[in-house]
């Protein structure tokens, strides 16, 4: 069976200091994987997301990058975090089109 | 541009009550919808997918329904309990990547 693994499950990180979330997917292949963050009181954004190994497209002008440098291998990255960059961010999966996305349990950042 | 809303943004019940809960989209030309469940502080749960061909999909308690052409779907929750307590959003993919825009959630909370 499929699962999604995401890490850390939480992380406070004073400002200026790079980031590095790392999300792995297992029992499945070229998935399409994707970078949501969600703020205190408001709906899912989503940041990034990837049909293909080294394929990334961003949805918001942020601080943040992502890549994908394995098949199943997902990463969200800053050089220098902002207060703002505070939330939870979530990495998901799909098997390509109009089928059902996944979850994983989520990253608490909180920037100091 | 889909634009995704879900009424009511809070509700509380007593412990059997039926629900439900509405989420409309403006882009009616989706080929799924899909219902997830938030707990606090959790990543997502999948519930249900509801295909563009369905009108109604159906898992245990829990009965979707979509109307794309009143761009519309209902999430109804049968003999309400509470572990039932939690966040209820819906999602509707955008683009042949299937990125999902997210509705700001309706949160419940079912007492004893």
């Known amino acids: 069976s499929q699962t999604i693994h995401q890490w850390p499950a939480t992380l406070v990180q004073p400002v200026g200091s790079p980031l590095s979330l790392e999300c792995t997917v297992e029992?499945?292949?070229?998935?399409?994987l994707y970078w949501y963050r969600q703020a205190a009181g408001r709906g899912l954004q989503l940041l990034f997301y990837s049909v293909g190994i080294g394929q990334i497209s961003s949805e918001v002008p942020q601080n943040l990058s992502a890549s994908r440098p394995q098949d199943r291998q997902f990463i969200l990255s800053s050089k220098k975090l902002l207060l703002s960059d505070s939330g939870f961010y979530l990495c998901a999966w799909s098997v390509q089109q109009n089928t059902e996305a996944f979850f994983g349990q989520g990253t608490r950042l909180t920037v100091v | 541009k889909q634009e995704v809303t879900q009424i009511p943004a809070a509700l509380s019940v007593p412990e059997g009550e039926n629900l439900v809960l509405n989420c409309s989209f403006t882009?009616?030309?989706?080929?799924?919808l899909q219902w997830f469940r938030q707990d606090p502080g959790k990543g997502l749960t999948s519930l249900l997918l509801?295909?563009?061909?369905?009108r109604e999909q159906t898992s245990g308690r829990l009965n979707a329904s979509l109307d794309k052409s009143s761009g519309r779907s209902t999430l109804y929750i049968a003999a309400s309990q509470p572990g039932d307590s939690a966040t209820y959003l819906c999602a509707a993919p955008l683009g042949l990547a299937d990125k999902l825009i997210f509705g700001t959630g309706t949160r419940l909370q079912v007492f004893p």
């Open positions: 882009d009616s030309a989706i080929y799924n």
């Open positions: 029992g499945t292949s070229n998935p399409n």
């Open positions: 509801i295909q563009s061909s369905q």
